[in-house]
């Protein structure tokens, strides 16, 4: 069977250096030579290939993005409406305000929002803002945040500081020496290594910057005590929900796990796959967004509001967090078609869900079989039809989707030590 996407994967990497513009969607990741590396459409759960074959998309569900699935038909029509009234003109768009209001509604806690279309360069803005409302440098943090400076400054002290926080080997080459030290890592759930990062931090702490949740639970009170801690030492706490949020609810991961930060990052989801990010916090912290240069054109276009509106409006009238929590699609065969997101909340849903984690492998199951974690799915691919497909679905969940269920109970995964 042919498989035009694979040759022209191999033509994209003669031009475009890696080949794609996200580490996590190589296709020599999931499967080299085999993987569909392109799309021609998708709608749903489904993606189609370059060669027309149809798959149900159990991997990564557009890197989180896309909760309500591909091609949602309300969101799309929001943006086609916003497309329709001009997207980038010389004046702001009231899906701004509207946007604002309805995240601050959210999220109580929160009285002001800015937005930007990235989960990395929205995360940089908030470590700047923490930055200027403390007027201090240091930031302690655990996980992923992106692919700006402030982050792989850590790489800078020690080569191998970001190993174990989702992906290892990240090379600091081209960001300023000046900057190591700056950011000090500590391990989730951890207490004694944040302790010791904070020490390493010292007066200089401007923030502590986590995810509240992702592959594991917080252990009794350790959100509680991150908080405090930063507010002992005068810093901010910021909460990564870049990957977590409108998983648990719609909203923040925090609000479910009852911890509120000074501010927190929202990007993927948000939009359902079109790009847009807000942060959002107190107005003591966001009041500093005024105090430092924050600022971008792309960021006032419409389209990223009008898919928020849509996605968060339709996320809440059909209540998609608990349902993403909820929803069984363990023992399903998912050889068959998964559903759009259905308009009614006594549907059953299937939307793929991810932990990005880890890849694991399942090796005793089948040789070729692999489990992505990500998508709480096993995809299985024939060498022989060079055809990927899903035979079925276990439930190991997005862990941080389900914070009271069991964990991973596959007993024949094992962690695959390729990067994710
Ligand atoms: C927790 C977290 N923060 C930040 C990012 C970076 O977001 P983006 O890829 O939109 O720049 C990611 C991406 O996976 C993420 O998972």
């Known amino acids: 069977m042919s498989n035009g996407g694979t040759e022209l994967y191999k033509q994209a990497r003669r031009r475009i250096p890696g080949g794609t513009q996200l580490l996590s969607k190589r296709p020599e990741m999931f499967l ?76 109580p806690w929160a009285d002001m929002v800015r937005y930007l279309r990235c989960g990395g360069e929205a995360m940089a803005a908030g470590v700047r803002i923490a930055r200027a409302r403390t007027r201090k440098d240091k930031i302690v943090f ?24 989702l992906l290892p080997g990240l090379d600091p080459a081209g960001v300023p020496r000046a900057l190591a030290g700056t950011a ?25 910057v986590m995810e509240p949740i992702r592959a594991i639970e917080p252990a009794p009170g350790f959100l509680e005590r991150v908080r405090d801690e930063a507010h002992r030492r005068q810093a901010l706490l910021v909460f990564d929900e870049v990957s977590a949020g409108f998983r648990l609810n719609t909203g923040g991961a925090h609000l479910t796990l009852g911890v509120d930060p000074d501010i927190a990052v929202f990007a993927k989801a948000i939009g359902n796959g079109y790009p847009m990010a807000a942060v959002i916090g107190t107005g003591d912290a966001m009041q500093a967004a005024q105090g430092t240069f924050v600022s971008s054109t792309n960021w006032t276009e419409r389209t990223g509001p ?44 299937a939307v793929c869900r991810r932990s990005p984690a880890s890849r694991l492998t399942i090796r005793s199951h089948c040789r070729s079989a692999r489990y992505s974690r990500r998508a709480c799915s096993i995809v299985v691919s024939s060498p022989a039809t060079r055809s990927t497909r899903c035979t079925h679905t276990r439930r190991i969940t997005w862990l941080s989707m389900a914070p009271r269920s069991p964990k991973c109970s596959t007993k024949f995964a094992k962690r695959s030590t390729r990067a994710p």
Not at 53 to 64: K, L, P
Not at 145 to 165: E, K
Not at 186 to 200: C, P, V, W
Request: glycine share 10%; aromatic share 8%; with cysteine.
């Open 142 to 165: 655990c996980g992923y945040h992106g692919w700006h400076d402030w982050y792989l400054s850590a790489n800078l002290a020690h080569g191998s500081q970001l190993d174990g926080h």
């Open 32 to 107: 080299p030579e085999q993987w569909p590396a392109y799309y021609s459409r998708a709608s749903g759960a489904e993606i189609w290939d370059m060669d027309g074959r149809r798959f149900v998309d159990m991997t990564i569900g557009g890197i989180g993005a896309c909760v309500l699935g591909y091609a949602d038909p309300n969101v799309d029509d929001a943006v086609r409406e916003a497309i329709g009234r001009g997207v980038a003109t010389s004046l702001n768009c009231p899906e701004e305000p509207a946007l604002a209001d309805l995240l601050c509604e959210l999220h």
């Open 306 to 349: 009008a898919a928020a509106l849509a996605t968060l409006a339709k996320h809440r009238r059909l209540d998609v967090g608990p349902r993403l929590v909820k929803q069984d699609i363990a023992s399903r065969p998912c050889g068959g078609r998964l559903p759009r997101m259905p308009d009614s909340p006594s549907q059953s849903v």
């Open 184 to 208: 000090i890592p500590f391990t989730y759930n951890d207490l004694a290594g944040l302790e010791k990062a904070l020490a390493a931090a010292g007066d200089g702490l401007a923030a502590i």
